[in-house]
């Protein structure tokens, strides 16, 4: 979970009307509560922590004006604040190497944090919109469980398997429904314990049960090859930052 702090409030002058120090706590503590949401907003996965690579990006910016300034210091030091331009120049050079590598890695890392939990978000995101909750579970595991589970998700097993949910969910939604109407939450006649299942009671439940069945594969035709696509990415650009 994202860390819930509220800064502690200072007074110079304690010493007045109730009703002033009352307002004053009062807009301190609102404003420390709208930042503590905003940090809280900007730190989760579901937006891909967009907090987290500002942080990383500022990183790389403050190392790319500091390591210059600490190169030159230290070589300064070491040659006991005496030095020529030109070995100045290149204890400068020195430091803006490794400031650039800094902001080049802390860049890189950032963004593909970014990418891949907003990627894997909007991936789980569109496996609930598929309607398909085997599918949602195995987009849902994290990618050690899948390897070990033999899952395999990714652009053309999520096609494949929109195309072949367009005649299974169809088939598996009027076949459920024909065998157990008793059961069927979409039943037009419902069934009670006692009543005689007969074949109007059949056909109430399995045309539901079709009819649902055909929308679950619509809906996973647009939505699992995107979900695939997408964790594809996810994968990809979490596996650039390890």
């Known amino acids: 979970g994202v860390p819930f702090y509220l800064a502690e409030l200072r007074l110079r002058h304690a010493f007045g009307p109730l009703s002033s120090i009352a307002e004053q706590a009062k807009d301190h503590y609102i404003q420390q509560a709208v930042l503590a949401v905003s940090y809280a907003v900007g730190s989760t996965n579901v937006l891909g922590n967009p907090l987290g690579l500002v942080n990383s990006l500022s990183s790389g910016v403050k190392d790319l004006f500091k390591e210059p300034a600490k190169e030159i210091q230290s070589g300064l030091s070491r040659r006991a604040g005496r030095g020529s331009l030109v070995l100045s120049s290149v204890d400068l050079l020195r430091g803006l190497l490794r400031g650039a590598e800094s902001l080049v890695t802390h860049s890189v890392q950032g963004w593909c944090t970014f990418i891949s939990k907003a990627s894997s978000s909007g991936s789980r995101f569109l496996a609930f919109v598929s309607m398909d909750e085997d599918f949602a579970l195995d987009i849902s595991r994290d990618w050690e469980e899948r390897t070990e589970t033999g899952v395999?998700?990714?652009?053309?097993p999520c096609l494949l398997t929109a195309i072949g949910?367009?005649?299974r969910l169809p088939a598996s939604g009027w076949t459920l429904a024909w065998n157990h109407p008793a059961s069927a939450p979409w039943s037009l006649l419902p069934v009670r314990e006692k009543t005689r299942v007969h074949l109007v009671h059949?056909?109430?439940?399995?045309v539901p049960g079709l009819i649902n069945g055909v929308l679950k594969a619509i809906a996973g035709l647009v939505a699992k090859p995107l979900a695939g696509a997408l964790d594809t990415v996810a994968v990809v650009s979490g596996s650039l930052v390890l």
């Open 165 to 167: 949910g367009l005649t």
């Open 152 to 156: 395999s998700v990714g652009l053309i």
């Open 202 to 206: 059949r056909l109430g439940a399995a």
